[in-house]
């Protein structure tokens, strides 16, 4: 079957950083894209990783490891607006549908 | 440019009632998708359109579900006799779909948060 798994929660303090795992296994794999989702709003494109390795942008940092089926989102200098739901998804074949996971809710405090 | 948009923003019903939903994906965007996402949960798959080939409709949950579009324009999500358990925010999203390569990133509009009483 086709499985993606998140933290449901986590909380992290403003200025620190957070690490945001998630592992998946599916019947092929064709790229993994991270989402944040703020209360009450639409998701929103993070990243897109498809070979093994870390990808950078900005505050926010992206790994996957395609032999462990492991993917990671790092955010880093945590800022309050960062208080969102963050979602794994994954392109399981050459269809577009994309595989979801239940999303990983962060709570940035001061 | 303009994103994706959806109409209406919030609609409620009352039990038994048929609704439509539009959405009006990105110009240009041959792919376009539709999901449901409840309170506090994640999204669910409901029904995937790529150009003129036939949909993907593996996610739509009853045959009270039904979604269509007119090539790759805007598409219209109709529920009939809508239930309380239908109520929840429907999703919509584009992306440049088989002409996008593997990085083909779905962008999503804001939504239609629908309430059956």
């Known amino acids: 079957g086709q499985n993606i798994d998140q933290p449901t929660e986590m909380t992290a303090t403003e200025g620190a950083i957070v690490q945001i795992n998630c592992t998946y296994q599916?019947?092929?794999?064709?790229?993994l894209f991270w989402y944040q989702q703020h209360a009450g709003e639409a998701p929103t494109f993070l990243s897109y990783?498809?070979l093994d390795g870390l990808e950078e942008k900005g505050r926010f940092s992206s790994f996957l490891s395609r032999s462990k089926g492991y993917s990671y989102l790092l955010l880093k200098e945590l800022q309050m607006k960062d208080s969102a739901s963050y979602l794994c998804a994954v392109k399981a074949g050459n269809n577009r549908k994309l595989i979801w996971g239940l999303g990983t809710s962060l709570a940035v405090n001061p | 440019g303009a994103g994706v948009s959806q109409s209406p923003s919030n609609k409620v019903t009352e039990k038994g009632k048929d609704v439509e939903l539009r959405c009006d994906p990105i110009?240009?965007?041959?792919?376009l998708y539709w999901y449901r996402q409840r309170l506090g949960q994640g999204l669910e798959f409901l029904i995937y359109f790529q150009g003129n080939s036939a949909p993907d409709k593996s996610g739509l949950p009853s045959d009270r579900f039904s979604a269509e579009r007119t090539g790759e324009s805007v598409s219209t999500l109709t529920i009939q006799r809508t239930q309380q358990e239908d109520s929840a925010v429907y999703l919509c999203?584009?992306?440049?779909?088989?002409?996008?390569?593997?990085?083909?990133?779905?962008?999503f509009g804001p939504g239609t948060r629908l309430t059956v009483l």
């Open positions: 599916t019947s092929g794999f064709n790229g």
């Open positions: 110009s240009g965007h041959t792919a």
């Open positions: 999203a584009s992306s440049l779909g088989l002409s996008g390569g593997g990085y083909d990133t779905q962008y």
């Open positions: 990783n498809v």
